[in-house]
């Protein structure tokens, strides 16, 4: 059977991020658990901690029927990384749009993005359709606080313990990718996948990328794939 796979999406995005990566993966067989991380989308409400954060990536893994795939974007892929670290539940990891450390500098786009959407009269509600469900906590003392602990996590470090394959797929046009040879070098079986254009959850070529990759992957395992 084709292993399951478990998609992260990004900070201050939503499982609905992973839709058309969802349909491609279940119409070649593969089963797919993608959480809203609390905070964010349907678990709004929930309180945003590094440590809750972490703990659903856990439960995701958990649930699936055998070691899944866990695939990360943008900060998502820095937090499945950590978790799968700290955890080993992964049969694989898959990390788009993940070219450097999450230093405090890269992350300052969320900080202000999220700020700045704020001080609009109804909070940002109005960017577009989904803005005021997706990430209620924007610009909050937690959230700063989230953005500052990831800031401090340690990738490499991080890849080095993991002792499963790791794909990078990152877009020709990425902001933010000048460490991930280094990440592919640290990584027990790393391979780097480049798309042209961003890598994101959403794009053609990202989600095309996404399910060769995973078929690549489940290739090279010994387990029988359907």
């Known amino acids: 059977?084709?292993?399951?796979?478990?998609?992260?999406?990004?900070?201050?995005?939503?499982?609905?991020?992973?839709?058309?990566?969802?349909a491609s993966l279940s119409a070649i067989g593969h089963t797919v658990i993608a959480p809203d991380l609390p905070g964010h989308g349907f678990r709004s409400a929930d309180p945003l901690t590094l440590e809750t954060i972490l703990d659903t990536i856990d439960t995701a893994t958990l649930e699936?029927?055998?070691?899944?795939?866990?695939?990360?974007?943008g900060v998502g892929a820095h937090l499945a990384i950590a978790s799968v670290a700290r955890s080993g539940n992964a049969r694989a990891v898959v990390a788009i749009g993940c070219g450097t450390e999450p230093l405090s500098w890269l992350l300052d786009s969320?900080?202000?993005?999220?700020?700045?959407?704020?001080?609009?009269p109804d909070g940002g509600s109005s960017v577009n359709e989904w803005a005021g469900r997706t990430f209620a906590g924007a610009g909050t003392p937690e959230f700063r606080a989230v953005v500052g602990k990831i800031s401090q996590l340690d990738v490499r470090q991080s890849l080095r313990v993991l002792?499963?394959?790791?794909?990078?797929?990152?877009g020709s046009r990425d902001r933010f990718r000048m460490q991930e040879r280094a990440f592919t070098k640290a990584a027990h079986d790393g391979r780097l996948v480049r798309v042209a254009g961003v890598a994101n959850a959403g794009s053609p070529a990202t989600v095309q990328a996404?399910?060769?990759?995973?078929?690549?992957?489940?290739?090279s395992s010994s387990d029988e794939i359907a």
């Open 1 to 22: 059977m084709p292993a399951p796979v478990v998609l992260i999406h990004d900070l201050r995005g939503s499982a609905n991020q992973w839709a058309d990566a969802t």
């Open 64 to 73: 699936a029927s055998s070691a899944p795939i866990v695939v990360g974007v």
């Open 110 to 120: 969320y900080r202000i993005s999220s700020a700045a959407m704020q001080l609009l």
């Open 163 to 170: 002792g499963v394959p790791v794909a990078l797929i990152n």
């Open 210 to 219: 996404l399910v060769e990759t995973i078929r690549s992957i489940s290739g």
